[in-house]
């Protein structure tokens, strides 16, 4: 191809992107149909170059990343602050994010797969994951953290697969849920027609299960990967005690640059986050949120179509293209370039059938083994640590079970104090943007951002506000947990306000109904089970910003709030490994307690009562 | 070799859930020959969507035993296809793919698995619409679609679900002729028409009486509480079948006695002594799960028309199947509204007074026949013995369940609450799950 020839190519280059870039972006800032109409004519060099460009990166990161992973681990992790460094840094996190959300999709369709196929296991599985659901799984990574650099002592490999197992389990059980959810189901005449095709499992799972849960899958991926920041900056900046177990990244760089104080960098990092989480919505998710849409299984009237100038790009690439077209050659063909023995398993199932059925009653023996040793080998070690924690406190001043009851208590009131105090002023604001068509459109990308943004990044600039408010830090981090949490509440009740119905306002009208009277006979009601949904997420998410909000180390400061959190944190750091265990045990239990038998009965309610379906 | 059946069911019983659970089908047997076309024709809840599923292999009996071609039936039935009535089309795949995709496993290649998609789309009608996807088509050609499937797999036995019930009244009708003519072997305008020469035979569900007639060979009418065969009609109609040709109305005739012997039979209006349980109870008995608006309606009609009408003219003038249509006209009946001589539905004297009446007035002749019913009477009892005049739901629905073992608990207590709530009898408190006796009807 001469096209990509030195110097054609420059000259090429040269002369295009002058048009190129303009056209990029008003594709971008203004993706109307009538610039689309008007980009009719395709830059397609450009479009070329972006592609090649996106490959590029792609694979530039992975092998930063396996340099990254493969590197011998030290303590002292010299973090620079200079701006230039941060898109490495940026793009160092978004590996993690990445890689985590990779093990979480793998883990996702294999777990929701056996459960929806095994009657038997599904009720254990799904009851199981309801727990992980509910469990704040902060609470393990001290733990996890010491664990895994035990493991692995020489290389950086331990710390960074303690990171990603992190977001892993910060990612992974809604995902989860969609796809079981969807597989079970799946319309029995679907069903059907796959058991009268003949459609062996892989054939289902291909063409039927796959692409009935893709919606929900898609959805749930974004809002885990949102999600997974969080757990990541958590992570990447997490020391304990004199221990460093940092690794670099923009959460490490953040909490670098507000240790030296160094504003540019705090502000570039903020920054960098935001332009990686619109980055990645844009170029990652919105493709693939539009590509999806072939998968819904009934069309609704009035949806907006999504819309994404980078599948629009895509699109218009002749380069993807080809790889599609030689791809999918390659797939068709498959079935007649098969090895003899497979082909003839295929033609006699009966043989399949036996093989599969003994690999999996040895399976199902071995993993009935492994999980029975499991539990006892680990049910006695979490005996054996529960019991050697003293009921009370000793005199000598060490904490005992009744000091993680009362820490319990507390974190209590804190996490309560925060969901309240984040629905006090998300209901009203919540409400009044869902309410009004033009504003929700305008806000809708803002709230998105701000849910994705991870908060940990900002509680040292929040603390320092505490400071100069002179607000005591125990009531203080109150507010640093609200930070984390109202978003989701906030999102809730949007939603919940826009599928108001258009009756009921009118009815409203109708009756000239005050604003009072509107608002507890209508918005209130209406908005009820989404302020619900808003309100249990919010109440997990402050379990977990307990254990990095209770126990901060900023401005060379060391901010301890009497809690469950900050218990963990100190358990960890001191090596008390029963009171850390009694800590999260204590922690995982409530919160499951709580979930079951007060949320999960208010939702029930909330369903029976104000659900606008029925 | 003496022909054995395509495929068989002997002595088969269906039941879900555990040991007590509900029997769908009990000891059924149905054979199904080469060359003719079955229809299963019965109301909602006999089973015979479940017969189908038993037969092709998609649902193992309880007891009893499918056979394919005289052999035990091990998995799914190796030349049978389904039509469903939700067509059961892939959403995310054209009709092209959806088509492809039923040669699954069979060995074709490339060429011949093309040229039998596009074959299979000529038959049914729907070139052009090769790329189009199911969500951009109508129901009918959503079932074209389904169809051309069916027919891809080149079955010996092609079943068919309700195929034309999801299907508004004009598309269904055209549809129903089209297939009729495609297997009474006339390509009528279209000159590509064909069946693939392995099918031999149909079997076709349906609820619908007429239907049953114009298509099938052979009609197997169906029962409920459980789901068994009642009886099996040869249809000798003549081809080409018309609706209103007099063999035709003559075997409608035919088959609407079958079923009304069942669902009406003769009996006295009024018992003459209340049955009692050995509780001193009144004796529940079944209540048709109908809405008391739907039995005011009909008596409407009936009025309307006279007050005496043919059963099956007051079927003609419905939406519903005829089993429907008989449960309306049994609660007419229970009430002492209505009278069934034979086959006729007359408006008796008390009905004629409900109809007069102002709402209050209906609510109160419904309030004091309903006490003429033992199910009635044994609830307000129960009540009156209670505390506060209230019972939780369970406790009602698990004395009517003791007593009334054949039926559907949770049916029958919809209608006694919807009844009751609309004669002012019972009151019912969703929020406490509980059931109440209006003070009102206390008093009586």
Redesign the interface.
Known sequence: MTLFGATSLAQLTFSFLPQTIPRLMALVLFHTDKVRQSLKTPAALGVELFVLCAAAALIGTIVLTFQQWSRPYSQALVIDLSLWRLPKYTLMSLARGFAAYVISLAFTLIYGSIAAHHRRAEKVMVPLLDVFQAIPVLGFLPGLVLMLVNLFPHRQFGLELACILMIFTGQVWNMTFSYHASVRNI?S??R??A?????SAW?SFR??EL?AS?IGLVWNSMMSMAGGWFFLTVNEAFTLGDHDYRLPGIGSYMSEAIYRGNHAAMYGAVAAMIVMIILVDQIVWRPIVVWSQ??????QAGDDEARSWVLTLFHRSRLLARVGQWLRRNDKDSNAQLPAPVLHLRRHPQHWLRLLRLLGRLGRLSAMVLTGWLLIRGGWGLYKLLTALPLRQTAAGSAGWSTVLLALGASFLRTSTAVLLGAVWTLPVGIWIGRSRKWSQRFQPVIQVAASFPAPMLFPLAVLLLFWLKIPFTIGCIALMVLGTQWYILFNIVAGASAIPHDFTECADVYRMSRPQRWRRIYLPCVFPYLLTGLITAAGGAWNATIVSEYLQAGGHTLIAFGLGSIISKATAAGNFPLLAASVISMAAFVVLLNRFFWKRLYRLAEARYSLNA | MVDTPIAEVKNVTVQFGNADARIILQDVDLKINSGEVVALLGPSGCGKSTLLRVMVGLIAPTRGQAFAHGRALVGIHPGVSIVFQQFGLFPWLTVQENVRMALNGLELDQRGAEERVKQCIDTVGLDGFEEAYPKELSGGMKQRVGIARALARGPELLCMDEPFSALDVFTAESLRSEVYRLWSGKPADNTHAALPSSLKSVMIITHLIEEAVFLADRIVVMGTRPGHIRQILHNDVPHPREYQSPAFLRMVQQLHDVITREQLPEMPVAPSAQPQTPGGLPMPEPLPHVTTGHIFGLMEVVKDHGGNMDIYSVDQLTEYDFGYTLSVVKAGEMLGFLDTPKNQVFLTELGRQLLDGDINQRKRMLRERLLTLGTFRFVRQLLLEARNQRLPVDVVEEELAIRLTAEDIEKMFETVVGWGRFAELLGYSDDDSELYLDPEAAAV
């Open positions: 319309p005449a679907m059907e027609v058991a009268i095709q003949h459609f054939q063409w039927l692409p893709m072939r998968f819904k299984i009934e069309e």
